[in-house]
DNA sequence: TGGGCGTGT
DNA sequence: ACACGCC
């Protein structure tokens, strides 16, 4: 059996674990820069907000009713291992699938004492942490995430329920779910099956996979089986390490200043090369990309990318940074108004099993040594006392690559100086 | 009017 | 490179 959590309305969950005043209003918390709103309330909900809306497209009425905070992602990353922790207490097999969502393996586990366990499980998550969760139990991952929610929309099964791939009650509601729905299907897939006569799950399952293989692909054809109960996504590659790793922001402002691109390529640089040494990974290639504001069309429209190799594999930011450096030089138009920029890292490689290239120049052992530690003990003093304790080169006050966030709350849990006060 | 991945063709 | 998907 296959359990799926999933946190209810996970950042304004967060957000009112420290804020209960925020409980029973209307919360939204927005995207970087305060751009979509990407979490919402039940109550939000009801006022016709939608996911992914752009915040300034809200009706100024509505606009009025709701409380719209700038995402807190050094709270909810947090909150996330928390809630993971508890999780790991009910079962050895949990799979992070995202930062609001844990696969968990029950196998060995007796069938008939899963929904208790999983009633006990979601009460000690909110008793430990505060945050409300559901949970969805299936033979398959995406009947899992069916049943989950299920969990959450009919409060018959107080957030926790059980899906049986072969009861009467499962083909029912199977029939009356639109393809759309099931987890892999969006628009564009939908609208194909449609074509097909395919307009619900049951439709789906009881569909031939060889003949949905043929018009889309062997993911659709897995999908056939999942609603069938067979268990065939494998979520393994979730700890698989990446193959590439990208950052990349929007700036908080326009701008046309070569000095602002140079220091958020640096700031995405660094923040790359950490994610890369986390994975104890080496890149071999390294994307630099800039562009405008697709979106205003009274400015002219750029973007560029270019891919530069690296002279040799590597894992050190102060290279990464050399190379974007580099490469801005050469993306780079004078008078444009750009609107954001980024690095991707890529071909990489394990670094304990590193190819040298026929042309790699040979580096001391010492020299190396000495570089890899360097690179650690910086990582080691920003995981300790905070990030960016330590960087590589300062960035000028009120630059515009800054993020606009006005309406972030305090980091609660990760800063010293943000704690929550208790007031006498 | 976000950011960061993945798979498949 | 592109299409499409997830959250």
Same mark, same amino acid.
């Given at each position: ?16 674990? $420290? ?153 029912? $509601? ?114 630099? $990309? ?135």
């Amino acid at each position: 059996m296959i359990g799926l959590v999933d946190c209810n309305n996970f950042y304004v969950s967060c957000e009112r674990v $420290f804020n209960p005043r925020l409980e029973g209003e209307a919360v939204g918390v927005m995207s970087n820069n305060d751009g979509c709103v990407v979490a919402r309330s039940q109550e939000i909900k009801s006022l016709g907000v939608a996911m992914g809306m752009p915040a300034h497209q809200i009706d100024p009425h509505i606009r009025r009713k709701c409380t719209l905070l700038s995402s807190n992602y050094a709270l909810y990353g947090d909150m996330s291992s928390r809630v993971t922790d508890v999780l790991s207490q009910h079962t050895p097999h949990v799979d992070v699938y995202s930062i609001d969502e844990s696969f968990l393996s029950f196998e060995g586990f007796e069938a008939d004492t899963l929904e208790e366990r999983c009633q006990v499980m979601r009460q000690q998550v909110r008793r430990d942490t505060g945050i409300p969760v559901s949970v969805g139990l299936s033979t398959s991952k995406t009947l899992a995430k069916i049943a989950n929610h299920r969990a959450k929309k009919e409060s018959m099964f107080n957030g926790v329920a059980m899906m049986d791939p072969n009861s009467n009650d499962t083909r029912a $509601f199977l029939e009356q779910l639109p393809v759309n729905e099931i987890w892999g299907v969006a628009g564009r897939s939908a609208a194909r099956l449609h074509t097909l006569g395919i307009e619900n799950a049951w439709q789906l399952r009881t569909a031939s996979p060889k003949h949905l293989r043929r018009h889309f692909s062997v993911v659709m054809e897995r999908l056939v089986y999942e609603l069938r109960g067979e268990n065939c996504i494998s979520l393994d590659d979730m700890s698989q390490p990446k193959k590439q790793i990208m950052v990349s922001r929007s700036f908080g402002r326009l701008t046309t200043d070569k000095t602002d691109l140079r220091e958020a390529l640096r700031a995405h640089a660094s923040r790359a090369g950490e994610k890369l040494r986390r994975q104890n990974g080496l890149a071999q290639a390294l994307m630099v $990309f800039v562009h405008t504001n697709r979106f205003r069309q009274d400015l002219p429209s750029y973007s560029k990318r270019l891919v530069i190799p690296l002279p040799h594999p590597t894992d050190d930011s102060r290279e990464l940074i050399k190379s974007a450096m580099a490469g801005l030089e050469r993306v780079f138009k004078k008078d444009i108004w750009y609107q954001k920029c980024g690095i991707m890292l890529m071909d990489l490689c394990d670094h304990d099993n590193e190819q040298l290239g026929l042309l790699a120049e040979p580096i001391s052992d010492e020299k190396r040594a000495r570089n890899e530690k360097l690179m650690a003990t910086l990582d080691k003093l920003n995981r300790e006392h905070g990030k960016n304790t330590v960087r590589l080169g300062m960035p000028r006050k009120q630059n515009a690559w800054e993020l606009r966030c006005e309406h972030r709350t305090p980091r609660y849990t990760t800063r010293w100086e943000e704690l929550a006060v208790a007031k006498t």
